[in-house]
């Protein structure tokens, strides 16, 4: 839309050697079928302006107001030599504002980032009401995480992950998450345990027993986001649990 309002403005801007003298007290004129084309892009342009700024903008207003704009002041006489030169400037000025526009969109408009714990995982392990355990206080802890990764709170979001890992072992018949690291899974599900108990564990004890220093670095959110690794634990975890609450143990 930028580079056709551009292209508009240009062509507007070539109406201007176009203009005759008019041989009475109002100057020069534009000739009847070039006046045509000049109102035929202003309208155009003002469609643009519309669709990309709303459909009441101060461009698409001033445009209209100069096209509009005749030799003697009124709105039947073709339009001037300024007006012509300014109704470019216009255009021209809409385009700068559509591209500040679409800078600013990726600050201001960015499609939501996706929870860090996926919503059907909290949704199952609330279902799960009749087994050995109680998962109340894992489904808060995934809950306060979504809402400390969501707002950037990534020291937050460490300490909950570790709280995690503390939390779930019992649900493996074991003690703590380095067993179930080193004896839970097959191949693939003891690579994202194993990263959870390796990675995750050093990054969240770094930030959680680290006394102040001279100089800090403080995590991004790349450097504590392990969320694929925690779904594949809380799928785990749910696994196990509906196979306990039908009956059939454990698989």
């Not at 100069?66 to 809409?94: H, K």
């Not at 201001?108 to 998962?135: C, E, H, M």
């Not at 074991?174 to 899974?185: C, S």
Request: proline share 6%; with cysteine; hydrophobic share 40%.
């Amino acid at each position: 839309m930028i580079e056709e309002l551009s292209a508009i403005a240009d062509k507007m801007e070539r109406l201007l050697p176009l203009f005759e003298d008019g041989g009475n007290m109002f100057g020069r004129i534009l000739p009847t079928n070039h006046a045509a084309t000049f109102k035929a892009l202003a309208l155009e342009a003002k469609g643009i302006l519309a669709d990309e700024l709303g459909g009441i903008n101060d461009y698409s207003i001033s445009l209209i107001t100069t096209a509009n704009l005749g030799l003697s002041g009124m709105f039947d006489d073709g339009p001037s030599y300024a007006s012509v030169q300014e109704a470019a400037q216009i255009v021209r000025a809409g385009a700068r504002a559509i591209e500040r526009k679409r800078i600013k969109a990726p600050l201001s408009q960015a499609t939501p980032a996706k929870p860090y714990v996926d919503p059907s995982r909290i949704v199952a392990l609330q279902s799960l009401g009749n087994g050995p355990w109680d998962f109340a206080r894992l489904v808060e802890l995934c809950r306060e995480l979504n809402v400390a990764a969501a707002n950037r709170c990534h020291l937050s979001t460490a300490m909950l992950l570790r709280t995690i890992l503390n939390h779930v072992p019992p649900v493996f018949g074991l003690g703590t998450f380095a067993e179930v690291a080193n004896n839970h899974g097959g191949k693939s599900l003891k690579a994202s345990l194993e990263r959870l108990q390796g990675s995750l564990r050093n990054i969240a004890d770094m930030h959680l027993h680290l006394p102040i220093r001279p100089r800090e670095d403080v995590p991004t959110a790349v450097q504590v986001d392990f969320s694929t690794d925690l779904d594949v634990l809380l799928g785990e975890i749910i696994r196990l649990s509906r196979g306990r609450t039908g009956g059939d143990g454990p698989k």
